[in-house]
T-cell receptor, first 113, second 113 residues
């Protein structure tokens, strides 16, 4: 069984561009979480989604960031008008339900020039 | 507050035991987790413990939980060079519908041959 798949693994953007990060959860998992790891720091929660619904977005910056998990297809984390401070590793995790452990993908490393 | 604390660095010799410590804040956490992160990789779920347990053993890994002191530890027996990585403890916040993980800052384990 495939684990959590994230793509791209590495993404380079110039300031002001848009970044789209994709996450396909483990087959059968309907709960998806996004975390951000800034350089030399631990992971910080961003958003928790179930199919078509945002359950908790308390960790999302108020502007420029959005997330979705459509009925069909992967979850998308979208960052508009990127700035240098958005450079980080973005990790997606999934679980079969809210009481089960989260399994992580290998992350997308976003670099802003 | 949401604070999970870990020591930053631990160095051991190959074959010795490693003990990585963690203190957490939310006494209502249902699960506590240990994840391993190798350079440039995602997080690998090592083990987790239910809050109503004091100890869990899984091959070379032993997790001890002291709920009174909100202290969690991970012991790795017969540490190998392949165990060199960053180890994160994490708790889930209790209550509500969210299942977000609160991570510690990570402990870098360096295993000397």
């Amino acid at each position: 069984n495939a684990g959590v798949m994230q793509n791209p693994r590495h993404l380079v953007r110039r300031r002001g561009q848009e970044a789209r990060l994709r996450c396909s959860p483990v087959k059968g998992h309907s709960h998806v979480y996004w975390y951000r790891q800034l350089p030399e720091e631990g992971l910080k929660f961003m958003v928790y989604l179930q199919k078509e619904n945002i359950i908790d977005e308390s960790g999302m910056p108020k502007e420029r960031f959005s997330a979705e998990f459509p009925k069909e297809g992967p979850s998308i984390l979208r960052i508009q008008q990127v700035v240098r401070g958005d450079s980080a590793a973005y990790f997606c995790a999934s679980s079969v339900d809210s009481n089960q452990p989260q399994h992580f993908g290998d992350g997308t490393r976003l670099s802003i020039l | 507050g949401e604070d999970v604390e870990q020591s930053l660095f631990l160095s051991v010799r190959e074959g010795d035991s490693s003990v990585i410590n963690c203190t957490y804040t939310d006494s209502s956490s249902t699960y506590l987790y240990w994840y391993k992160q190798e350079p440039g990789a995602g997080l690998q779920l090592l083990t987790y413990i239910f809050s109503n347990m004091d100890m869990k053993q899984d091959q070379r890994l032993t997790v001890l939980l002291n709920k009174k002191d909100k202290h969690l530890s991970l012991r790795i027996a017969d540490t190998q060079t392949g165990d060199s990585a960053i180890y994160f403890c994490a708790e889930t916040l209790g209550g509500g519908a969210t299942n977000k993980l609160i991570f510690g800052t990570g402990t870098l384990l360096a295993v000397q041959p």
